[in-house]
């Protein structure tokens, strides 16, 4: 079938792309073989809006039918990064060819501590068609750059995992902010200095996301009051399925069993309110630490995804 490509044009087209994402979603047996839904809310409303600061218009591409039905998505996450959403109806050698042509003509960018010109594809382990296609065009797979996505089956008893000693796992309060916001800083940025932090005001793009809900917006309350680790679940009542992300926990508060809990208490709370599935995304890199806390928490049902690299100035990666 011919489909038509074309760039994203409107609002419209956003809320037609969340449709068709979670249609194919579904179609693959709610695996990420293609972002769900709520991967791409937090893409808009936090990765475009408050780390990249860009709008998300200028890197989304589309295939359609003749009809005008959705197909195939092309888009960007971080600069370089490209995602190929493609429905398995429509997936053949020739879409993902004419994909990556695009990706690499309008996704690459400068690689920001190397200086050169690259593009980085997240490919599923085992998806030959993509790693055929990409050894083809002279890409190199980065092993050292592995990332899991998890799930849960909430149909499976649920294990006691109590908040331990000393700790408060509840909905974060909206005074709570400021401590959430520091807390996701010192997660994250553990070796950087305290006077690179820049506030909080980036969360209230949070709050504004479509499928936000406070009551899963989970912190973990040190007994100073402070956040000591948080994870925020979306929860889609439509493939009744739920998302983490992200989840975190302060330096000075690892290895007693606080994230452990807070997985645990979001789980009870999405199988409470109907959902079926649990999903822990990799977004980034492996963490062996992080890693060991999410296979005894989720299980080890999961798919493994390695970044495919290349430059564009003739040198090796």
């Known amino acids: 079938m011919k489909l038509v490509q074309r760039p994203y044009q409107s609002e419209a087209d956003y809320w037609a792309i969340r449709t ?161 916001s520091w807390a996701s800083w010192r997660a994250f940025h553990p070796d950087e200095p305290a006077e690179k932090y820049q506030g909080y005001d980036w969360y209230a793009n949070l709050l504004t996301a479509p499928m936000y809900r406070r009551d899963l917006d989970l912190v973990a309350v040190a007994g100073d009051g402070s956040v000591a680790a948080f994870c925020t679940v979306w929860y889609d009542d439509v493939t009744r399925s739920g998302y983490y992300e992200p989840v975190g926990t302060m330096p000075e508060h690892q290895r007693r069993g606080v994230c452990y809990a807070l997985l645990h208490e979001g789980m009870r709370r999405l199988k409470e309110r109907g959902a079926t599935q649990a999903c822990l995304g990799g977004g980034g890199l492996s963490n062996p630490p992080a890693d060991g806390v999410y296979n005894r928490a989720l299980g080890m049902d999961r798919d493994s995804y390695a970044a495919w690299l290349k430059y564009f100035d003739g040198k090796p990666a």
């Open 20 to 180: 068709f994402l979670r249609a194919v979603y579904l179609k693959n047996g709610r695996r990420e073989y293609s972002w769900p839904a709520a991967r791409l809310d937090y893409w808009r409303w936090h990765v475009a809006a408050n780390v990249n600061e860009e709008p998300i218009e200028q890197g989304i591409f589309l295939w359609e039918t003749q009809d005008g039905r959705i197909a195939a998505v092309l888009n960007r996450e971080d600069p370089g990064q490209a995602y190929f959403q493609v429905d398995p109806d429509f997936r053949t050698p020739e879409l993902e060819e004419e994909m990556l042509q695009l990706a690499e003509q309008r996704i690459k960018t400068i690689g920001p501590s190397s200086g050169r010109p690259v593009l980085a594809i997240s490919v599923r382990d085992g998806d030959t068609l993509r790693e055929e296609l990409l050894a083809k065009h002279n890409y190199e797979r980065k092993a050292e750059w592995q990332s899991y996505d998890r799930y849960r089956d909430l149909a499976l008893p649920i294990p006691g995992a109590p908040a331990p000693d000393g700790y408060t796992i509840r909905p974060m309060r909206i005074d709570e902010i400021p401590s959430r």
